[in-house]
């Protein structure tokens, strides 16, 4: 019987390891399975666009797998019963054994166990929350208001996209933190403030939000703010399918792994992307982001054919070279880092850096080659 090899979840990371995987082992003894939810590949870092009224171009998998050995079946994984090695699935053929699983499931929103925000709030993790926000933007008067928690990327992102795409509209940016921008050098800091002012976006530091409404949110000082939309960005967390399978996870839900990506507790097990908790250089706990997510898929494909093959590989290498903030579409800030997310001096702003971080959105997929068309998004 061939070795089934199935790898959950086709966004970046797992795409990049299922690909590889298929190149690196071109055997007839081994199956490669990619189980993902939907049949389409989705740029995720590209939501926040989504929501502002802009359009994504489609991705579908079968196009980006075509030539390849991959089996693409598309389905939810429901849960895992590791003694079994089995994943269970929403629709037929219902249930899929695996003898090495390559976890790359991805991360949702976060609320924290706000009140009101898992009822109410909006966000921009996932293709159907992006596009119910996008829709409640469409439908708002001039006037309306959108408030958005959380200035960390995500928050700075999608405040600043939403204030250029619809200027008709008050953007209010909510953080606990003192300021935007912590982690990158005074100028460009000093350059994400200036953008948001020339954007309109009123600024709320120090501002813990205490609970969302329908028509606004509180705050912990005792301050009410009407909006017609709150947009919750204050981080995300892994899915409970792992911690839940009884594979060890950290207090995110993030399946814990050593050097080699390998689960600590079940080594048939692998992990990657924002679903795991990668050990980068200098130790800290890889940064949810693609360039953690496609170093980890591509460096999963290469420790599961070393093994496959009877070798021994060496430890995967999770760094960093920048961290990229779009402010808009023709505004931006690449603050260029250490290996180990440490900033450096240098930092890249305005036209400059937009153009940056669009050559890097648009590297990671391959965009252009075969499978993309820029065929409207398609409302869902
Ligand atoms: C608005 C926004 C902007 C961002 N900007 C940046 C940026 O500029 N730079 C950066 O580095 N990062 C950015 N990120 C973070 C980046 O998108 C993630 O770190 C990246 O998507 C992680 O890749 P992944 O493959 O682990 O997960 P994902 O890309 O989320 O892919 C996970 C896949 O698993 C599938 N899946 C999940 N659960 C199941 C299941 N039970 N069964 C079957 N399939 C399942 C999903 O459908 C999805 O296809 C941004 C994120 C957002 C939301």
Not at 170 to 176: A, D, N
Not at 317 to 329: E, Q
Not at 348 to 374: D, I, M, N, P
Request: net charge positive.
């Amino acid at each position: 019987m061939s070795h089934r090899l199935v790898v959950v979840g086709a966004g970046y990371a797992g795409l990049s390891a299922a690909k590889r995987l298929a190149r690196k082992l071109r055997r007839s003894d081994v199956t490669i399975t990619l189980v993902n939810a939907s049949d389409r590949f989705v740029e995720r870092v590209r939501l926040h666009q989504l929501a502002a009224g802009q359009h994504l171009a489609t991705l579908p998998l079968r196009q980006r797998l075509a030539g390849t050995s991959v089996q693409l079946v598309v389905a939810r994984v429901t849960a895992i019963d590791a003694t079994a090695r089995t994943l269970c699935l929403d629709v037929a053929p219902g249930a899929i054994g695996y003898d090495t699983l390559v976890y790359a499931a991805g991360s949702r929103a976060w609320f924290d166990g706000v009140p009101g925000a898992a009822e109410h709030a909006y966000t921009v993790a996932d293709l159907a929350r992006a596009t119910r926000l996008r829709r409640r933007v469409a439908e708002m008067a001039s006037g309306g208001t959108v408030a958005v928690v959380g200035a960390g990327l995500t928050g700075l992102e999608t405040a600043s996209e939403l204030a250029s795409s619809h200027p008709e509209l008050r953007i209010r940016l909510f953080t606990g933190g003192d300021d935007v921008g912590a982690g990158l050098v005074p100028r460009a800091q000093n350059h994400v403030r200036r953008a948001l002012d020339r954007l309109g976006v009123s600024v709320h530091p120090g501002t813990v939000v205490a609970a969302v409404r329908q028509d606004g949110l509180d705050t912990m000082d005792g301050a009410s703010f009407a909006a017609d939309a709150v947009v919750w960005t204050t981080g995300f967390r892994a899915p409970e399918l792992a911690r839940t399978a009884g594979f060890a996870t950290d207090e995110n839900g993030r399946m814990l792994i050593d050097a080699t990506l390998r689960s600590v507790s079940h080594p048939e097990v692998y992990a990657v992307g924002d679903a795991a908790a990668g050990i980068a250089v200098g130790g800290a706990p890889s940064r949810m982001s693609c360039q953690a997510a496609l170093p980890m898929g591509r460096g999963v494909a290469d420790v599961v054919a070393a093994r496959l093959s009877g070798r021994e590989p060496g430890p995967v290498r999770i760094g960093y070279a920048f961290t990229n903030i779009s402010l808009g579409r023709r505004d931006g800030v690449v603050q260029f880092t250490h290996p180990d997310d440490r900033p450096r001096r240098l930092a890249l702003t305005g036209r400059t850096a937009a153009a940056y971080k669009e050559a890097v959105v648009r590297s990671t997929v391959g965009f252009g080659a075969r499978g993309a068309s820029s065929r409207p998004e398609q409302d869902s």
